[in-house]
Nanobody
Framework: QVQLVESGGGSVQAGGSLRLSCAASGYTYSTYCMGWFRQAPGKEREGVAAIDSDGTTTYADSVKGRFTISQDNAKNTLYLQMNSLKPEDTAMYYC?????????????????????WGQGTQVTVSS
């Protein structure tokens, strides 16, 4: 059974940095797509960044140049390095994964259509 467990959230002042981690277990697919999503109170869930098994990355325009998604295959861990944080980045952040081809990863990321989700980790950015 696939399990995704996020960590690394917290409270930080604007301009600060945080690194989120997502530990994956029970996920042995050689082809996959993984992503980070966020949801603020009263707003819809939105995609932040995604990475496919080929290492190709996709970012929301709102985080380009500030956030970096990466993975450590040896540790089965996905990361999201967040720099220059803004109050509007405040949200619950979720890790997600599914067995999508590299070709389809961006398509399903845009629709937040993933089969496996973590429980989330809260990020709060104060001004």
């Amino acid at each position: 059974q696939v399990q995704l467990v996020e960590s690394g959230g917290g409270s930080v002042q604007a301009g600060g940095s945080l690194r989120l981690s997502c530990a994956a277990s029970g996920y042995t697919y050689s082809t996959y797509c993984m992503g980070w999503f966020r949801q603020a109170p009263g707003k819809e869930r939105e995609g932040v960044a995604a990475i496919d098994s080929d290492g190709t990355t996709t970012y929301a325009d709102s985080v380009k140049g500030r956030f970096t998604i990466s993975q450590d295959n040896a540790k089965n861990t996905l990361y999201l390095q967040m720099n220059s944080l803004k109050p509007e980045d405040t949200a619950m952040y979720y890790c997600a994964a599914d067995r999508y081809s590299d070709y389809d990863c961006g398509f399903f990321f845009a629709r937040a259509d993933f089969g496996y989700w973590g429980q989330g980790t809260q990020v709060t950015v104060s001004s």
